[in-house]
């Protein structure tokens, strides 16, 4: 970054939140000599929406389905650049990029003489910082009303694209405005990566209440150092005492990158399937228990284990994907989910999430009448240490 | 948009409620069948018994309404019997493993049998 550009502490020291995204077209408008604009992705993902920026130069959105959730796939900037290009004419655009979510961009007409990309790296920063205080980013980023349930699924829900010890991992949910009560949750941790999908009874406000708790249930024995088993029971148990009659349908697991080895419990939750790279697909099916929050007697949380080694993807979904009313009035189905993930073919995880969210969208044109959440990981050879952008990044 | 039509009707015979059910048993048709089965819950019949024959899927909305019957009558000592054939009416009660818990009959007659009506 040239001397003389604000970094991101500056950024957010020079403004009150709600005028961060301001503060930076301003800034960035200046070093380009020329109107910028910032944009930042809509909750599903589909299209660019204005954050900041001369109302009459840049359109106030964009359709551009690159994105899993807010965050923009990054091997999909290609096709994001054409996607602008069509609608605005010859212009430049600078990804905003905070670690390798890339959670919006710059954007300017023509060819300006000078690179925005660090700058555009420290507006990311203090974008995302500023975001914790004003809902001026969050507010842009929902085209639609957001009902309250699903408010508090988006809230609940990690980056959805991350990089952690030797995998990728990429989580989407659908439809985002509405529904609401499936989650997915991830973490890395020094003793390997956690993984969660779970879907709780019934839609709504009561279905997020559950899964609010049961999330809060999960972290909290994870973050207490508590296995899978531990922390299956104590999210059990936490359920039944609400005594709702709602019950969870759940995946919970650990992949440890050293050994390439997956530990889980499936309370009664779809089979997850792997994705080999000679594109075979099975299902990781074994002893399953009853979902969460039901008492018949002392029940048991069996622990099943596979290899989901470089070269796989492991694929855990909710019944809304294969449940999703088609045009002819059938299901998309197991097998018809299968058909899908053969289409796609060898791809990074971020894709395979926003495939599979096209197929699920394009299977019908009704709205979905139930949440379709994916969550994939795809164990990768190089250690996350290897990347350059990655150091950058800490270094930054 | 074509869709199965999805219908409930209950009959009584020897003293046991029976609920047939058609169509896809999803979040629409349970907002359909929860009074048509809370009447059945809360009558006389000394037990219930749920036709899914004529099932062709059961999502995890109708799962819960199931287990719902199913704990409201064990707590008042009455029985279930629920008539689920193998294959995609069954595959929820198979994915949930609700299928070991709950209990499940192949059948119409083996469901009626099961709980004594014959």
């Known amino acids: 970054m040239k001397s003389g550009e604000p970094d991101a502490g500056e950024l957010l020291g020079a403004s009150v939140p709600h005028l961060v995204p301001e503060r930076v077209v301003e800034v960035a408008s200046a070093q380009a000599g020329r109107p910028v604009a910032g944009y930042v992705l809509a909750v599903e993902g589909s299209f660019a929406l204005r954050l900041a920026g001369d109302v009459e130069r840049f359109p106030e959105r964009i359709r551009a389905p690159v994105g899993v959730g807010p965050e923009i796939i990054p091997e999909a900037l290609p096709q994001l650049r054409a996607l602008v290009i069509d609608r605005v004419g010859p212009s430049t655009l600078w990804p905003m990029v905070v670690r390798d979510r890339v959670m919006g961009f710059l954007l300017a007409r023509d060819r300006p003489g000078v690179d925005l990309e660090a700058f555009a790296g420290q507006a990311a920063l203090a974008l995302e910082l500023a975001s914790g205080y004003t809902d001026a980013l969050h507010a842009v980023r929902r085209r639609k009303d957001t009902q309250p349930a699903a408010e508090i699924q988006q809230n609940l829900l990690p980056p959805r694209l991350a990089r952690v010890e030797g995998a990728e991992v990429a989580g989407g949910v659908l439809p985002g405005y509405d529904v609401g009560g499936d989650f997915f949750d991830y973490a890395g941790n020094a003793d390997g990566l956690w993984l969660v999908v779970a879907d709780a009874t019934g839609k709504g406000n009561s279905a997020a209440a559950l899964s609010s708790l049961a999330i809060g249930a999960l972290r909290a024995a994870r973050r207490a150092g508590a296995g899978l088993q531990e922390a299956a029971r104590l999210a059990d148990e936490a359920i039944l005492t609400l005594d709702m009659q709602l019950y969870l349908t759940a995946v919970l697991g650990s992949w440890d990158a050293n050994g390439h080895r997956l530990r889980w419990i499936n309370c009664g939750h779809p089979t997850p399937l792997i994705l080999h790279a000679n594109g075979r697909v099975d299902e990781l099916d074994g002893d399953r228990t009853y979902p969460l929050g039901i008492r018949f007697s002392e029940r048991a949380f069996p622990v099943l284990s596979a290899q989901v080694a470089p070269g796989d993807r492991l694929l855990l979904y909710s019944d809304g994907v294969s449940e999703r009313r088609t045009t002819d009035g059938s299901r998309i189905g197991e097998n018809g989910l299968r058909a899908i993930l053969a289409a796609l073919g060898p791809c990074s995880a971020a894709t395979t999430v926003r495939g599979l969210q096209d197929a699920v969208i394009d299977a019908s044109p009704h709205a979905l009448r139930d949440d379709a959440t994916m969550l994939v990981i795809a164990p990768t050879t190089d250690t996350p240490t290897g990347h350059a952008h990655a150091r950058a990044a800490r270094h930054g | ?118």
């Open chain 2, 1 to 118: 948009m074509h869709e199965e039509t999805s219908e409930t009707t209950t009959t009584i015979f020897d003293d046991v409620a029976i609920v047939t059910v058609s169509g896809e048993l999803d979040f629409a048709h349970c907002i359909k069948l929860a009074p048509e089965l809370n009447a059945a819950l809360r009558s006389s019949a000394r037990a219930i018994v749920i036709d899914l024959e004529a099932v062709s899927l059961v999502d995890s909305s109708g799962i819960a309404l199931l287990l719902n019957a199913f704990r409201h009558l064990d707590h008042t000592g009455r029985q279930l019997a629920i008539a689920c054939p193998m294959g995609s009416p069954r595959r929820a009660f198979e994915l949930t493993a609700l299928d070991r818990q709950l209990p499940m009959h192949e059948t119409r007659q083996e469901a009626l049998a099961a709980v004594g009506a014959n």
